[in-house]
């Protein structure tokens, strides 16, 4: 299976792309995670994205594009992948679709996660991440164990603010690509809202 995951911050990506991962037995690949990897790595890609990240935009395509397309060449993307936070741009959808035609790989879809403005940044501002596992919580909607609740860490650009301008740009650039998809017929939508596992079931339907 070859699948993209698109949908405003806090939609549920990163919660979804955990669970179906599994079920598909493909790679994870979230651009924001390898962005942050590099950041806390302090490498160069890290230096140049850490203040566009932490500000709420995007990080420049060029580095990105060049990441996405190197991840997607590893031997474990043979049999497939889960792409999570990329494309993001038309610039970016275009580079995707250039790299995976020269590959002669086919998309299988696209899911677009839809959960309405007004949800979001109640999403954002509660999250928490274990380092030791990586999973994602909520402190009302995904409670964590009470045991590991101290050792979670929030994310730098979870603030009110940031989330508002990662929302602005996530409307501005990347719902286009949205119709980019839609006019390949690759496109699936699926409601975001509702229980974490409701919003599984949905996308697996959809993918069947
Ligand atoms: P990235 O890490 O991709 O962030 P994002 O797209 O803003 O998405 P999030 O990770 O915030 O949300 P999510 O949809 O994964 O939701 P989650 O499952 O965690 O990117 C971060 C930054 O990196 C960008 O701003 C940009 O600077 C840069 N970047 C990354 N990719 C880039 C690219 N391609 N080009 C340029 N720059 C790029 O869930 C959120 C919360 O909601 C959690 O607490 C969760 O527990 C809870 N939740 C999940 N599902 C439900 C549910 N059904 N009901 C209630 N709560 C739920």
Redesign the pocket.
């Known amino acids: 299976m070859r699948i993209i995951l698109v949908?405003?911050?806090?939609?549920?990506?990163?919660?979804?792309?955990a669970r179906l991962v599994d079920s598909y037995n493909i790679p994870h690949i979230?651009?924001?995670?390898m962005?942050?990897a590099a950041v806390a790595a302090k490498t160069e890609l890290g230096k140049q994205?850490d203040e566009?990240?932490s500000r709420?935009?995007?990080?420049?395509?060029g580095l990105?594009i060049a990441m996405?397309v190197e991840r997607l060449g590893q031997p474990d993307c043979a049999r497939g992948f889960m792409l999570?936070?990329?494309?993001?741009?038309r610039a970016?959808a275009f580079a995707l679709t250039d790299a995976l035609e020269k590959a002669a790989i086919v998309l299988d879809a696209v899911v677009l996660?839809e959960v309405p403005d007004d949800q979001i940044v109640g999403?954002?501002v509660?999250?928490?991440s274990d380092p030791e596992t990586g999973k994602?919580?909520?402190l009302s909607?995904?409670p964590p164990p009470p045991e590991i609740v101290d050792r979670l860490v929030q994310?730098k650009?979870?603030t009110e603010d940031a989330c508002r301008a990662?929302l602005a740009?996530?409307h501005a650039e990347t719902a286009p690509i949205v119709d980019y998809y839609a006019e390949q017929g690759r496109l699936k939508r699926v409601d975001?809202?509702?229980?974490?596992d409701?919003?599984e079931l949905r996308i697996k339907a959809a993918l069947a």
């Open positions: 949908g405003p911050p806090g939609a549920g990506k990163g919660t979804q792309a979230s651009t924001g995670d962005l942050r994205a566009c990240m709420g935009d995007l990080v420049p395509d990105v996405t999570d936070g990329f494309p993001r741009t970016q996660i999403r954002i509660g999250r928490r994602i919580y909520h909607f995904q994310r650009d979870d990662r740009k996530y975001g809202v509702g229980s974490a409701e919003v």
